[in-house]
């Protein structure tokens, strides 16, 4: 790219030239990954209101990344899918201080999530029994026995809950998001999480292997990813979509939650695919391209935001793959 512009100094015809062909190679897409071609219609973004119906053949090409790349592939040159295959990539060394700078992330919560507050919920607890445990004692009406056996039940409530938070603190987790109102919240983030993946997969024109809205239990997979941390050579052009995937699922997460429960799982399945490129990268090196790929999702993420929310509450609802894409390219035209 510095050569382009020092030429274009020279020539500006001849730099124009040299700028575009530097940028045709830049968006080259990925060898060994299916990945579908750029668009070929010149009307390819003609705004067209997209329909589960539109998609529908898509569901049945699961588990055949060839034929869904094709389908998709001709639904973008008709229109109906703008936001397939549209992102490129050109990968190169971030350093920790730039995405901290751009991204504001945190890199604890976004690897590992929120840890439990048991300190503020015993103190919370405590609290709340002894006001409760006073006023059951102050209650004449209650007559004597009534009232004490309660407030004695009531100051028994702290020491079951040290009890528990000592032996099997984990088991406090959900009575604590049912107290603030949190209990959806499980399978919420596992919906924006895979939510995640998705739309920033299918914007990189990946082909979905297999899709699962399961409640709670949703997952998704790319062509290439069930063989990615397997032993075997890996170009960085092959690595460089699915590190970016891998990213977008934990961003997407803590966008909405401000922390991530899945990100060390992926961050792992990324250590294992960057293991796999030859030539081989540095350690130091392999830190750098996986803070580019979550420079990448979270910069693509913040222009997706209508059609994240749109993936998140349709995966959440249990909806097949054709009504997710609707979703999505319904929200990128809204």
């Not at 897409?29 to 589960?52: D, K, N, Y």
């Not at 609290?127 to 309660?150: I, K, W």
């Not at 407030?151 to 998001?177: C, D, Q, W």
Request: glycine residues 10%; hydrophobic residues 45%.
């Amino acid at each position: 790219w510095t050569g382009a512009v020092s030429e274009s100094s020279r020539s500006p015809r001849r730099g124009m030239l040299v700028v575009f062909l530097a940028a045709a190679a830049a968006l080259a897409p990925p060898v060994g990954i299916h990945r579908a071609p750029l668009a070929r219609s010149a009307f390819a973004h003609m705004s067209t209101a997209p329909s589960a119906t539109t998609f529908a053949e898509v569901d049945g090409t699961l588990g055949k990344p060839q034929d869904m790349g094709e389908r998709l592939s001709s639904l973008k040159d008709s229109g109906l899918a703008p936001t397939f295959n549209t992102l490129r990539l050109a990968p190169r060394l971030v350093s920790q201080n730039e995405l901290d700078r751009v991204t504001g992330v945190d890199p604890e919560l976004l690897l590992g999530g929120a840890q439990f507050d048991y300190k503020g919920f015993t103190f919370k607890t405590v609290g709340a029994s002894s006001v409760l445990g006073l006023l059951l004692l102050s209650a004449d009406f209650l007559g004597d026995t009534v009232r004490f056996s309660l407030a004695y039940a009531v100051a028994l409530i702290p020491v079951a809950l040290l009890a528990i938070g000592s032996t099997a603190p984990g088991l406090l987790t959900l009575p604590a998001k049912i107290l603030e109102g949190k209990q959806d919240e499980p399978a919420r983030r596992v919906a924006r999480h895979e939510a995640g993946h998705l739309l920033i997969g299918y914007a990189l024109g990946l082909a979905v292997e297999s899709y699962s809205a399961s409640p709670g239990e949703a997952s998704v997979q790319f062509a290439g990813e069930e063989n990615a941390g397997k032993v075997g050579v890996l170009s960085l052009e092959d690595a460089q979509p699915l590190l970016v995937v891998g990213m977008a699922g934990m961003l997407s997460e803590y966008g909405e939650f401000g922390d991530s429960d899945g990100g060390r799982a992926d961050l792992m399945q990324m250590q294992r695919i960057l293991s796999r490129v030859q030539p081989r990268i540095p350690p130091e090196q392999q830190q750098g391209y996986t803070r580019w790929a979550a420079l990448m999702a979270w910069s693509y993420l913040q222009t997706l935001e209508k059609p994240l929310e749109a993936a998140t509450d349709a995966i959440q609802a249990g909806k097949p793959l054709s009504e997710v894409l609707a979703a999505v390219e319904g929200a990128k035209q809204n």
